[in-house]
């Protein structure tokens, strides 16, 4: 007796179950022998994979597969796995008598005998080619409706910014003309206050790019020790005279609070934004209370928190105000998410601070319930070993006016307006400056024999060579080249992730000229 008429009078238990078998149309029902040979066929694999049962018994399964499954010995693959396994299955493409492809559901089952032996396969079948297509046609259609969400939100986001940024720009450009008209009159007494609003809305709009990075984390940042407690001090009085009296505001400080180590010019950026949330949750008043406290997170808050358990140093606003739903504070952190009517915000204030508490190495938590006021909390990580009093005298250093003893500083940046800025500050402060428009040139000046006391270069520079590579570069030379990036670049990568090298600093772009004599005096002080 055959291999195929063995299997086949061991698993067909009498005619009738012979019948069932075969009778079935809708599923391609077939036995193998342990080699992979077919024993039996039945209607239903006749019917879609197109071989009778005259000329496929006896034949090797593995014609079903496609060429390449073939090449790369799938077929094996799968007896094997169901060999030992007891069950292969899968999805994929199998190959009809005309050549034809379609999606099979396949399922393997081992068969053996009382003693445990393999004495063959039972194979099942489906042509699951409509449904798969179903799924591709669903799936599609799903990230159409994303992408047409995605599209509605960058619209929501362009829109609002459209808003502000032309609000801003026409202060700007109204103040500047009046100034032009006043001076042309000889009318001077009153330029005063077109400064002013010139002034201000130029820092509103650099706010509003700061945003954009900061919910993107792709924005620079430049760390350094900051007493928390001190910084919220230092902003009372703006942060009252921002929220109005109707408001009440309030600071709960904690004594011997931990220094962390953040970027304090985001940190201001953020409360500032927390205060003018809960101001507008607030239109009938209220009380807004600034809380500082260090923070010893454990296993079990650290999965409430989603943080590395660890010390942290907590700022928390809270207020008095409308409150959220679960559902809207769930998505409070989302960019591009608003309760606000269209045009009266981006989406991005509450995405900024989470940017930013994330890329500072910690985590932004909001807490709210409906009529009751909402808090939102940063835990920015400790720093260890350090104590704020060590770093009060660089404080006070960066306060002092700076000044120069004729010391050459080399300016690095495309942009003819910035250099020419940059340049007379450096001269009333008592500093040479030398120029440069491209890092290859600010590397040729670099690798000469001129002393270079400080490098202030913007990142993105043209002629194939940014900022930093120039900067690397002339560090095998001058291994103790002080350096100050001066960059509005969106591409916080090129800085080292926001890691920043011995001797190198950030200022981003748009800065004030008090901002950049600072900078200068903290890195070449008198």
Not at 174 to 181: D, R, V
Not at 189 to 205: N, P
Not at 310 to 326: A, E, F, I, N, R
Request: charged share 20%.
């Amino acid at each position: 007796m055959t291999g195929s008429g063995r299997l086949m009078m061991d698993l067909a238990d009498g005619h009738q179950y012979r019948l069932l078998i075969e009778a079935v149309t809708d599923y391609g029902i077939y036995l193998l022998e342990p080699t992979g040979r077919i024993a039996s066929w039945n209607r239903g694999a006749e019917r879609f994979k197109g071989y009778t049962s005259q000329e496929i018994v006896g034949q090797h399964f593995s014609r079903f597969f496609t060429a390449e499954d073939q090449r790369t010995g799938k077929p094996q693959a799968a007896l094997a796995i169901a060999a030992e396994t007891g069950r292969f299955e899968e999805e994929g493409w199998r190959v009809r008598k005309d050549g034809t492809r379609f999606w099979a559901s396949v399922v393997i089952d081992r068969i053996q005998d009382a003693d445990g032996k393999l004495v063959g396969f039972a194979k099942i079948t489906r042509d699951v080619t409509e449904q798969r297509d179903a799924r591709l046609a669903l799936q599609e259609s799903s990230e159409q409706l994303f992408q047409a969400q995605k599209m509605e939100a960058v619209g929501q986001l362009t829109g609002g910014l459209a808003h502000d940024f032309n609000n801003l720009l026409t202060g700007v450009v109204g103040s500047l003309e009046m100034m032009q008209t006043r001076i042309a009159q000889g009318r001077i007494s009153d330029l005063e206050r077109y400064i002013v609003a010139a002034h201000g809305s130029a820092k509103r709009a650099a706010a509003l790019t700061h945003r954009l990075l900061a919910f993107s984390r792709r924005q620079t940042l430049d760390p350094t020790p900051v007493d928390v407690s001190r910084l919220v001090s230092g902003m009372e009085d703006l942060i009252r005279r921002t929220v109005g009296p109707a408001i009440q505001v309030e600071s709960v400080g904690t004594a011997g609070l931990w220094p962390t180590l953040v970027d304090s010019n985001q940190l201001e950026n953020a409360l500032l934004n927390l205060c003018l949330n809960a101001r507008d949750a607030m239109p009938g008043g209220g009380r807004l209370t600034i809380e500082t406290a260090n923070r010893a997170i454990d296993d079990r808050g650290a999965l409430l928190r989603e943080v590395p358990a660890g010390q942290y140093v907590s700022l928390c606003v809270s207020d008095t105000g409308t409150g959220m739903t679960p559902e809207v504070a769930k998505r409070a952190f989302e960019p591009f998410f608003t309760t606000k009517p269209t045009g009266s915000g981006t989406g991005l204030g509450l995405s900024m601070i989470h940017g930013f508490a994330l890329q500072s190495g910690g985590v932004a938590r909001i807490y709210s319930e409906l009529g009751r006021g909402t808090m939102v909390c940063l835990y920015l990580p400790r720093l260890h070993g350090r104590d704020a009093d060590e770093f009060a005298d660089t404080e006070r250093m960066m306060r002092a006016a700076p000044h120069g003893h004729g010391e050459t500083v080399l300016v690095v940046d495309d942009e003819p307006i910035i250099r020419m800025l940059i340049t007379e500050l450096l001269a009333e402060l008592g500093y040479v400056s030398i120029e440069a428009s491209t890092g290859v040139e600010g590397l040729r000046i670099l690798q000469s024999d001129t002393p270079i006391a400080l490098l202030i270069s913007d990142v993105g520079l043209p002629g194939g060579m940014n900022g930093r590579q120039m900067a690397e570069a002339a560090r095998l030379a001058r291994p103790h080249l002080k350096v100050l990036y001066a960059t509005g670049y969106a591409e916080n990568a090129l800085i080292g992730g926001g890691a920043l090298e011995p001797g190198t600093h950030v200022l981003n772009k748009p800065f004030s000229l008090d901002e950049l004599a600072q900078k200068i005096q903290l890195i070449l002080p008198k």
